[in-house]
């Protein structure tokens, strides 16, 4: 696992439809109502938010290897594709286990709780009462507190257990040896310190980057079998919050709660200063997210049902081709049926 071959995957999915940019923005986590609609549209959940410091210079030196090795292509247009070499490359990839659309990067404050919580426990038990703790955030050191209060962290049976509920959580997760070699090289205790991205990548003889997406994928796998768990009560509570419960923007949660007050779209955008086009971008989301949204008080149900025909038999869900199908529906009412009816069905 590589960016290159994340980069692969995606272009997969987006083949011939986007700009390679919209890898950039969906690796970034960017919550504009392109990107949005874009993760729905091909299906893209996983990859969302896995990088979001992901520098352009990196990412434009992975597309310029993959044009090198002949495995994309680009149209006239700037779309970017698979050539038949990378459509065969593809289908030889592992399947990645990402969920970047339901931690959004905060499976990082996941595993900052459980470093520091090890390290605590590691030094305590053996009388050291005194360390430089390994996780400076007040955030975290907050949390860490409260969670080993009135625990009996001195007691080698609570050190136990919880090493127990880590290595069960690490077992049923289906991690690799280099994932769990990574995981547990990155815990600090007694008289040690975790590992940094440079020394493991030199270790397993990998790119940094590539640890850290190895890294990454591990921590989804753990947190999903965490979240399922009846017999890991430390892990869950250590997994608090992490995985995001509220889809939508804020900014799209403001318009929503003047829409169920029963405003227009033209009174919500006076009401909030806004462009109408940054309203309808809130209203495609809504429709994306919200299964209950009301679709047919923008399109004619005859019309919805053309579309996603349409799209089901041609495979694209790009907005100019669909148009040029259907020039009676407005570039709004083509965007809210796909994001309300055919979100991530066609790959």
Not at 30 to 44: A, F, I, P, W
Not at 108 to 123: D, K
Not at 212 to 232: C, P, W, Y
Request: net charge positive; with cysteine; charged share 25%.
């Amino acid at each position: 696992m590589n960016l290159c071959s994340i980069l692969l995957k995606i272009i997969y999915k987006i083949d011939g439809e986007r700009t390679i940019y919209s890898g950039l923005h969906l690796l970034r986590g960017k919550r504009s109502g392109q990107t949005l609609q874009d993760v729905e549209y091909y299906g893209l959940k996983a990859f969302f938010g896995l990088l979001p410091k992901l520098s352009t210079e990196r990412f434009e030196e992975a597309i310029k290897h993959l044009q090198g090795a002949g495995l994309i292509r680009m149209t006239d247009e700037s779309l970017v594709g698979l050539t038949e070499r990378g459509r065969a490359q593809v289908v030889e990839l592992p399947i990645y286990r990402f969920n970047g659309w339901d931690y959004r990067g905060r499976e990082m404050i996941f595993f900052a709780r459980l470093s520091l919580i090890v390290q605590t426990v590691s030094n305590l038990r053996t009388g050291e009462k005194s360390f430089l703790p390994i996780q400076k955030e007040w955030d975290i050191q907050s949390f860490v507190k409260k969670a080993l209060a009135y625990q009996p962290i001195q007691d080698p049976v609570f050190a136990s257990s919880l090493g127990e509920e880590l290595r069960q959580g690490m077992h049923r997760s289906g991690m690799g040896d280099r994932q769990k070699q990574i995981m547990t090289h990155r815990l600090a205790g007694y008289g040690l310190t975790g590992w940094t991205w440079e020394q493991l990548a030199q270790e397993l003889k990998l790119d940094p980057l590539a640890v850290r997406l190895l890294f990454i994928e591990a921590l989804h796998k753990l947190l999903a079998v965490i979240e399922v768990s009846t017999d890991l009560p430390f892990l869950r509570k250590i997994a608090e919050n992490i995985k995001v419960t509220t889809y939508l923007t804020e900014s799209s949660m403001r318009t929503k709660r003047l829409f169920e007050e029963g405003l227009s779209m033209q009174e919500i955008a006076v009401a909030r200063k806004l462009k109408q086009s940054t309203i309808e971008d809130h209203f495609v989301e809504m429709a994306i997210h919200d299964p209950a949204f009301p679709l047919y008080q923008f399109v004619e149900a005859a019309d919805v049902t053309a579309v996603v025909a349409k799209v089901n038999a041609s495979g694209t869900r790009r907005l100019r081709l669909l148009k040029a199908e259907f020039d009676r529906l407005s570039y709004f009412q083509l965007r809210l049926i796909l994001g309300a009816r055919t979100g991530g069905e066609v790959s």
